[in-house]
């Protein structure tokens, strides 16, 4: 275990300059990446991972701060502000849990995206974190590529959602219009029920985002509705027999609920 192949599988073994084999000298051509100016804490305890994430997020043009204590990433969050905060869930001295449950409970931290790193094996936990407002998870192993991307992607939600919440949404091939309740797909209308509408504008407000049942029950009944799990489950059934071509956009993740595919 460790990290294979610029790919970080958990456990402390290997060191950092493995994902500089992938690099190449760009040519005439290529198109430069423009220079990232947010900042980032990484709140890790493993050594091998912290330095691996800050080297690939360096090299992006991001700001980053590492810590391996949780509570010293608490004091770093509300100090600093920073952009992104990278949590795992295994730290020495406090949980990630209890980290994000702080984070999120705090006024000056409450807004701050997190991106937890899991363990294979640990879905009750992130779908606690989920519920507790954490924006993502990835799960070791993992690519730093893949993380870059879901870090661009978190990021990239947190500036869209300033927007109206009756602005009109339009994502792949589909314009969702709240104020008129009105979806058409490829331009052509299509008729949903109220909950199935609510349904799909909750999830495609956020692109991306990974929502729990309990999350889309919410968003669509109200905090004090009871609804369980499976009637969840057969509205995003109806939605997607409705979405035709485009049901492809609303995707399951096992074992924590459901997202739309950015």
């Not at 008129?180 to 692109?207: C, I, K, N, W, Y």
Request: hydrophobic share 40%.
């Amino acid at each position: 275990d460790g990290i294979r192949d610029g790919t970080v599988t958990g456990v402390q073994t290997c060191a950092l300059p493995i994902s500089r084999r992938h690099t190449r000298r760009r040519g005439p051509g290529d198109a430069v990446a423009p220079m990232a100016t947010q900042s980032i804490l990484i709140v890790e305890d493993s050594r091998e991972i912290a330095e691996l994430l800050q080297y690939n997020l360096a090299k992006e043009g991001y700001r980053v701060t590492t810590t391996p204590s949780g509570e010293e990433g608490l004091r770093l969050a509300a100090a600093r502000r920073p952009d992104l905060v990278i949590l795992d869930l295994m730290l020495p001295d406090i949980d990630g849990l209890e980290v994000c449950r702080r984070l999120k409970r705090a006024r000056q931290t409450a807004s701050l995206p997190v991106v937890m790193l899991t363990a294979k094996g640990e879905e009750a936990d992130v779908v606690t974190g989920l519920e507790m407002g954490a924006d993502d998870y990835i799960a070791k192993p993992f690519s730093p590529r893949v993380l870059l991307a879901r870090i661009r992607a978190v990021l990239r939600r947190r500036e869209v959602e300033a927007a109206p919440p009756d602005s009109v949404i339009r994502v792949h091939n589909l314009q969702i219009d709240p104020g008129r309740f009105e979806l058409r797909v490829d331009g052509e209308p299509v008729v949903l029920t109220a909950t199935e509408f609510r349904v799909l504008h909750a999830l495609a407000r956020r692109p991306g985002w990974v929502f729990t049942r309990r999350q889309i029950a919410a968003a669509v009944h109200g905090e004090d509705d009871v609804v369980t799990d499976r009637a969840v489950d057969v509205q995003i059934v109806g939605l997607r027999r409705k979405l035709g071509s485009a049901a492809k956009y609303v995707e399951t993740i096992r074992g924590v609920g459901y997202r739309f595919k950015d």
